[in-house]
């Protein structure tokens, strides 16, 4: 091909750039149309208990595993990297301070979502994104049923209710890895660690990280919804929605946590 | 089973389409569509791929929304319903898709019981298992209640999905390419199959098709989409009698196949 003719066919940068904008603010408008119908939809009857209890053991009691895995792991290692830190100035016996604030206050909440963002989500995208490409969804439509209502608002409620409560759960295994770390090498009691714990941690901590966990819950419920809801047509469509919900939703939760972490610093 | 030959009343109208016209894009796929159906009468709409016969379908049913044109389904302008009232149509409308669309994480009595519970939630327990047993013996299906779709054959996910349609007694049926897919004699069963849910249901039904052979024996009227709009209509003998070089290039095309 003629490298003049290449070149003319090549769209001049502004052009590209306006069309990315361009993207991206009707993405955002979508989104934003979305979590609207969510609201609207959530508060009108029928409600659907059975479908919000189903989900609910999806993301909550299928997680608890991985979640135990992952958060006693944390909870090991941190203590494990902390260690000679605080060795070298005298004070392994604030191990149990640093560590509950570290894990109630960040890992907990961020470690819990970014599994639930790659484990639920990408579900979620994957197992709505199928049903719209084989009609499942307009087959719920077509026989009177809303769609909306049955998978997506289901979905996102039990994402945000079950997210913080897993994130509790995180918390407790990761302070359960902690301890034992620290009972192995400080030989401090279960009463006393746990108690620097507890004294270590104030109101606006439990309150910031449930608020935290709650609002990464309806980030993974909403990005993965809306991920497989509007997926495009074919298999290709399925793998992209599955993708998106598991990239969108961790990048919105580093989003929020900085955002979160700077109003709650600012009462503190 | 044979169709029966039955008479059309032409006074009564239950699905009527004036001027509708839809495009996607620059592509348009209808073009000033005018159509009428009436009550207890099997139309067949013929037509290549493409030329828009599920997107008609699919506008009836409230799915799609028309650029332009009247769609008036039971005296209702579906353009114009809200949710709920659309919802209320949709319970009289039943869809077949061509790829069944079965809901595939459910069990077939699941899938059958799921528009019904939805629909009538105070139904007893021995209530929805009479009413799923009676729509698979209607397609003939009955030992498939506890399977997966997945393990079903291709003309019987085409069978529960009509009778999931079926559980809610729908007053018309649109069938989106019943026999697509299907190997002959399969055909020839669906084809019957649309013809008793016709005499025992009391339906009127839009057949979607390419298939000639299913449009002879399912319809007692076919309507010709060409260029965006029904070229032609009638019996299939009226219809494939036409001098229209489109009409008999179809024809010709189907049967030497």
């Given amino acids: ?268 | 089973m044979l169709k029966t030959k039955k008479a059309i009343d032409k006074n009564n109208s239950v699905i009527s389409i004036r001027g509708l016209q839809k495009a996607f894009g620059d592509l348009h796929i209808l073009r000033g569509v005018d159509l009428d159906v009436y009550q207890g009468e099997n139309l067949v709409v013929l037509g290549r791929s493409g030329t828009g016969k599920s997107v008609l379908i699919k506008i009836i049913s409230g799915l799609l929304l028309p650029d332009e044109g009247q769609v008036n389904v039971l005296g209702e302008e579906v353009a114009l319903l809200k949710s709920r009232e659309l919802m209320a149509l949709r319970l009289k409308v039943g869809f077949s898709f061509q790829n069944s669309a079965l809901y595939d994480s459910m069990t077939v009595r699941q899938n059958l019981e799921f528009p019904l519970v939805r629909n009538s939630r105070n139904l007893k327990r021995s209530q929805i298992n009479d009413e799923v047993e009676s729509v698979l013996d209607a397609v003939g299906l009955s030992q498939t209640i506890e399977q997966m779709p997945s393990e079903l054959s291709g003309g019987q996910r085409k069978r529960i999905g009509i009778a999931r349609t079926l559980i809610l007694r729908p007053e018309i049926m649109l069938y989106d390419e019943p026999t697509a897919g299907l190997d002959p004699i399969t055909c020839i069963e669906i084809n019957s199959l649309i013809n008793e849910v016709q005499e025992k249901y009391k339906t009127t039904s839009i057949i979607i098709t390419h298939d000639l052979t299913c449009a002879k024996e399912t319809g007692d009227r076919i309507a010709m989409l060409l260029d965006g709009q029904f070229a032609i209509q009638g019996t299939f003998d009226e219809v494939f009698a036409s001098d229209d070089a489109r009409v008999q290039s179809f024809y010709n095309y189907n049967f030497t196949q």
């Avoid at chain 1, 640093?98 to 599994?115: F, G, K, M, N, W």
């Avoid at chain 1, 719209?132 to 809303?146: F, L, R």
């Avoid at chain 1, 913080?164 to 990761?174: D, I, R």
């Avoid at chain 1, 993708?243 to 610093?265: D, K, P, S, T």
């Fill in chain 1, 1 to 268: 091909m003629d490298p003049n003719t290449e070149n003319q066919n090549i769209p001049p940068a502004k052009h590209v750039i306006s069309r990315t904008l361009d993207d991206f603010f009707f993405t955002v408008y979508h989104v934003y149309q979305f979590v609207l119908r969510f609201f609207k939809e959530v508060f009108l009857p029928p409600y659907e208990f059975k479908e919000i209890i189903h989900q609910c053991y999806e993301v909550g009691f299928k997680s608890l595993p991985l979640i135990s895995l992952t958060g006693f792991i944390t909870g090991v290692v941190f203590t494990n990297q902390s260690r000679p830190s605080l060795a070298n100035f005298g004070a392994t016996s604030w191990l149990p301070s640093l560590i509950s604030i570290a894990i109630v206050r960040a890992l907990a909440p961020l470690v819990t979502a970014l599994i639930a963002a790659g484990k639920v989500g990408s579900n979620m995208g994957a197992e709505l994104g199928s049903m719209k490409v084989t009609e499942q969804i307009d087959a719920m439509e077509v026989s009177a049923t809303n769609p909306f209502k049955y998978l997506v608002v289901s979905r996102i409620l039990a994402t945000t209710f079950m997210i913080p409560l897993l994130v509790m759960y995180t918390a407790f295994v990761a302070l359960m890895g902690a301890f034992l770390s620290v009972h192995s090498n400080e030989q401090t009691s279960f009463a006393m660690f746990f108690s620097q714990v507890f004294d270590s941690l104030s109101f606006l901590d439990l309150f910031s990280t449930s608020f935290k966990s709650t609002v990464f819950g309806f980030t993974i419920g909403v990005v993965g919804c809306y991920c497989g809801y509007n997926s495009s047509k074919g298999t290709e469509g399925v793998g992209k929605a599955a993708n998106a919900a598991v990239v969108a939703a961790m990048f919105l939760i580093f989003v929020e946590e900085i955002v979160i972490v700077a109003i709650v610093n600012a009462f503190r």
